[in-house]
């Protein structure tokens, strides 16, 4: 089993966040994020990130993940070149997760993995927008094609059943919510606000 994260260099993370964190900022926020994100992918499987980024990869092996230099010229050539790396390696299973889900939980990952145990499996946990994809998991990984970008939650569900299978969708808030934009940060806000009231009043 191995967890593949594409990261960008941290320098050019974030950048919509803009208006409201300033580049240091922001740069520490990417890391956090990726740091938290290897920590809970360690404890499903094996960690592949991969980026053009040197401090990106040197943190990673530094949190135990595998770290490889993205030869790729898009997100979808990087993730196959892990997917490949991956199954040279013996790996049945891939899990393709982005770094910036600040809410995402073990329980997700135990979940996803528990729902894609059957080959071959096509397991997909939309963003909270419904457009994008928010976790990917591929058993075998090379199961189907990628795509990631504009509405990548519409076409891997039609990649998958144009290739005879029918993906499973993983509803869940806390992996739905990534942090792209300003209000993100705010749905942040919230959410923990509220998790800190909850544990007040247990």
Not at 19 to 26: C, D, G, N, T, V
Not at 38 to 44: C, N, P
Not at 151 to 166: V, Y
């Amino acid at each position: 089993m191995f967890v593949i994260i594409p990261a960008k260099p941290f320098e050019q993370s974030k950048t919509r966040l803009s208006p409201a964190l300033s580049l240091k900022q922001r740069i520490n926020l990417s890391r956090q994020l990726l740091l938290r994100t290897i920590r809970l992918a360690r404890q499903v499987g094996q960690v592949v990130v991969i980026s053009r980024g040197g401090a990106v990869r040197h943190l990673a092996k530094q949190a135990g993940a595998w770290a490889l230099v993205e030869s790729g010229a898009d997100l979808n050539s990087a993730l196959r070149q892990a997917s490949d790396w991956a199954v040279g390696r013996g790996g049945q299973t891939a899990l393709i997760l982005p770094a910036d889900l600040p809410l995402l939980t073990l329980a997700n990952l135990t979940e996803i993995i528990k729902l894609g145990q059957q080959t071959p499996s096509v397991v997909i946990a939309p963003c909270h927008r419904t457009n994008g994809t928010n976790a990917l998991l591929l058993r075998p990984p090379t199961v189907i094609n990628l795509a990631f970008g504009p509405d990548s939650f519409k076409n891997h569900q039609q990649i998958a059943q144009k290739s005879g299978l029918e993906p499973i969708i993983y509803h869940s808030p806390t992996i739905a919510l990534d942090l792209d934009f300003l209000e993100d940060l705010e749905k942040i806000y919230s959410a923990r606000s509220q998790s800190n009231i909850l544990k007040a009043r247990e």
